[in-house]
């Protein structure tokens, strides 16, 4: 097969031969593939000329199908002109402009490439505001691959994550002991808007958690950075903080804002605009105007078509689908965290075999079903490729209940 050609020439010289997410490690070595060639609408092709009916967009890059045609068109452009200059494009006071309309605590916006430049970026920021050192953050939550928080082990020193403490998601009486404990030390707290941890059931906050926590940061004065870098514009079209009701002092994105393109954005209230101005900030091709580009008529077309309530009606759809064909089939299966990005879970599954299985057979099926981490719905899914999709997993589940029986 070309893709196992391709990883043992990779493993020659890429260390891992691929890393991170897409490491044989995290997914399912055999079954999935190792390399992709080229991608449209709700389907990718592999090395090996596989379709397959995506569910993981791009680990959730992508919200509007790959290659949206306006977004597209935007960017060739913008490219025929250039990209990375000695100074950036107008398009990103326009970008800037947009973001801090459409998120009404946003005054001003910062950009970056990932996820992590700005989560690491806004705690620096939480503490130059505040003058404290300690971050909370949820434990097993992911915010990035900075020493300060990533899953790994390789290459790290206790130093790292003396200033980082945390606590159990949801119980919010274990946030203010941490408060009570380092009292006057806490710079700020970083959550994500739910807990979406890989390996594990999605956790939806309490009743009472955000506003608790908002609560909390008030009265000991810390800061509240909301990590939407997964869940940006797939709950809300003005944040994940509006799904949830409450209200963040720094939000960072990334992911679906570029619909593919490499761009994060942190927002913020006017309080924390000098802070911000004095934490350094800069990339080599961080002022890159294609990215900038896409970002913004992402943004328009979720705005336009209100996607991100599109995306959660699709996923209800299919995650209730879905749920009842595996009863069907004698299992207790649930669709866990919110049905735009659904974490699938089988009750009582703790070593994850059943999952592991049953994520094999929807491969045979060409769909891309990830055994570890949460699902992605795209706005290029339709109705049909939905059902489609729940007929192709009925196999999945009917051959996983032969094995078992
Ligand atoms: C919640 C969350 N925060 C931060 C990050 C880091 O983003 P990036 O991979 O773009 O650096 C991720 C990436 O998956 C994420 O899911």
């Known amino acids: 097969m070309t893709s196992d050609r391709l990883f043992d020439r990779a493993t020659k010289v890429i260390p891992g031969g691929t890393y991170g997410h ?58 025929k002109n250039g990209s990375v200059f000695n100074n950036p494009h107008e398009v990103t006071v326009e970008l800037a402009e947009k973001l801090t309309s459409l998120i009404e605590f946003a005054d001003w916006a910062v950009f970056a490439k990932n996820g992590s430049d700005l989560t690491t970026w806004a705690i620096r920021v939480a503490r130059e505001f505040t003058r404290k050192p300690f971050i909370i953050k949820a434990g097993n939550a992911y915010h990035g691959v900075d020493a300060w928080c990533d899953p790994g082990m390789g290459g790290r020193i206790p130093s790292d994550r003396s200033d980082i403490l945390e606590f159990k998601w949801n119980e919010l009486g274990q946030l203010k002991d941490l408060f009570a404990k380092f009292s006057n030390k806490i710079a700020g707290v970083i959550l994500t808007p739910y807990h979406h941890a890989s390996f594990a059931a999605s956790e939806m906050p309490n009743k009472e958690f955000w506003q608790g926590v908002r609560t909390l940061c008030n009265e000991n004065d810390a800061i509240l950075i909301l990590d939407d870098v997964r869940c940006g514009w797939r709950l809300h079209s003005g944040g994940s903080h509006c799904f949830f009701d409450f209200t963040p002092d720094l939000s960072v994105y990334s992911k679906a804002l570029g619909n593919g393109y490499a761009i994060s954005a942190c927002v913020g209230g006017d309080f924390l605009k000098k802070a911000a101005s004095d934490v350094f900030l800069t990339g080599s091709c961080w002022n890159d105007a294609v990215s900038m580009t896409a970002a913004l008529y992402s943004l328009r077309i979720s705005e336009e078509r209100n996607v991100a309530q599109s995306v959660l009606q699709k996923g209800k759809f299919f995650c209730e689908g879905i749920e009842d064909i595996a009863n069907d089939n004698g299992f207790e299966f649930n669709m866990t965290g919110p049905p735009s990005m659904p974490y699938p879970w089988f009750n009582g599954d703790d070593n994850l075999f059943l999952i592991q299985k049953f994520c094999e057979y929807a491969s045979q099926e060409g769909l891309f079903f990830h055994p570890y981490h949460n699902w992605f719905i795209s706005n290029a899914h339709t109705q049909d490729t939905l059902l489609d999709a729940m007929e192709r997993s009925r196999e999945a589940f009917v051959n996983l209940r032969k094995e078992l029986d």
């Open 22 to 79: 897409t490491s044989p490690a995290s997914s399912l070595p055999r079954h999935f593939p190792s390399f992709t060639r080229k991608a449209n609408g709700y389907k990718f092709e592999d090395v090996d000329g596989n379709q397959w009916i995506d569910f993981m967009c791009a680990y959730g890059a992508i919200i509007h199908g790959y290659r949206e045609p306006s977004i597209e068109s935007a960017v060739d452009q913008i490219r």
